[in-house]
């Protein structure tokens, strides 16, 4: 289970400048949601409260029913990937998407899984390859491994596709469903793109002047 409550959440910095005002939502389990509109009006900011990236101003965030204000993001079982694919240049693929594994599994098992994720990212062959010697593509399906690997309950993806060509935003929209009907995770995509969204969206949370403006059921 999965279910995400925001109720009532502002966020605003020292200098006084608001960027979420009051926002309510409510995200079913296994939900793929959508947070779409220009830049500045606090998308970023709206995931990275989920997360736990930054403290709430004001505001309750529940994770199934429990309220995690103030659990670190650790603790949240969540898993992000950035618009940034954050690799670390002087690791394998094969050891950027297992690093931090070995507290939680032993050698063994962090091949198995691996081997599984790269099978269904179609990386299998480049494991041994570093990220400088990657196409874009390449690296954000790393990114996406490194994420996925974890197998959280929550999945948060910050404009991952915004530096890619249209070509590659397709081939890679679709690989982010598949991937999100393979692990019944609850997903939350940040974009600006409006035909992301609509391919990607079960609901699309639209995002002007701070506020929920709309919000759009796109199942089809």
């Given at each position: 289970?999965?279910?995400?409550?925001?109720?009532?959440?502002?966020?605003?910095?020292?200098?006084?400048?608001?960027?979420?005002?009051?926002?309510?939502?409510?995200?079913?389990?296994?939900?793929?949601?959508?947070?779409?509109?220009?830049?500045?009006?606090?998308?970023?900011?709206?995931?990275?409260?989920?997360?736990?990236?930054?403290?709430?101003?004001?505001?309750?965030?529940?994770?199934?029913?429990?309220?995690?204000?103030?659990?670190?993001?650790?603790?949240?079982?969540?898993?992000?990937?950035?618009?940034?694919?954050?690799?670390?240049?002087?690791?394998?693929?094969?050891?950027?998407?297992?690093?931090?594994?070995?507290?939680?599994?032993?050698?063994?098992?962090?091949?198995?899984?691996?081997?599984?994720?790269?099978?269904?990212?179609?990386?299998?062959?480049?494991?041994?390859?570093?990220?400088?010697?990657?196409?874009?593509?390449?690296?954000?399906?790393?990114?996406?491994?490194?994420?996925?690997?974890?197998?959280?309950?929550?999945?948060?993806?910050?404009?991952?596709?915004?530096?890619?060509?249209?070509?590659?935003?397709?081939?890679?929209?679709?690989l982010i469903l598949k991937i999100h009907q393979k692990m019944g995770a609850t997903t939350i995509y940040v974009t600006h793109d409006?035909?992301?969204?609509?391919?990607?969206?079960?609901?699309?949370?639209?995002?002007?002047?701070?506020?929920?403006?709309?919000?759009?059921?796109?199942?089809?």
């Amino acid at each position: 289970m999965a279910k995400i409550e925001i109720r009532n959440v502002s966020k605003s910095y020292q200098n006084g400048i608001l960027v979420l005002d009051n926002i309510n939502l409510t995200i079913n389990d296994q939900e793929f949601i959508v947070i779409q509109g220009p830049s500045g009006v606090g998308k970023t900011s709206l995931i990275r409260l989920i997360a736990g990236l930054e403290p709430i101003t004001s505001g309750e965030i529940y994770f199934d029913h429990k309220l995690v204000n103030a659990l670190l993001p650790s603790e949240r079982g969540i898993a992000m990937v950035f618009q940034s694919d954050a690799l670390f240049p002087n690791l394998s693929v094969y050891d950027n998407i297992a690093f931090g594994l070995s507290d939680l599994y032993n050698k063994n098992e962090i091949e198995e899984k691996i081997k599984e994720i790269a099978d269904l990212l179609e990386i299998n062959k480049l494991l041994n390859r570093k990220s400088p010697q990657l196409s874009a593509g390449q690296q954000q399906r790393v990114a996406l491994g490194r994420a996925m690997i974890r197998k959280a309950k929550i999945y948060l993806m910050d404009e991952p596709l915004s530096s890619l060509d249209n070509k590659l935003k397709k081939e890679m929209c679709a690989l982010i469903l598949k991937i999100h009907q393979k692990m019944g995770a609850t997903t939350i995509y940040v974009t600006h793109d409006e035909n992301e969204a609509k391919y990607l969206a079960d609901r699309i949370v639209v995002i002007t002047d701070n506020k929920i403006n709309e919000i759009i059921d796109n199942r089809h």
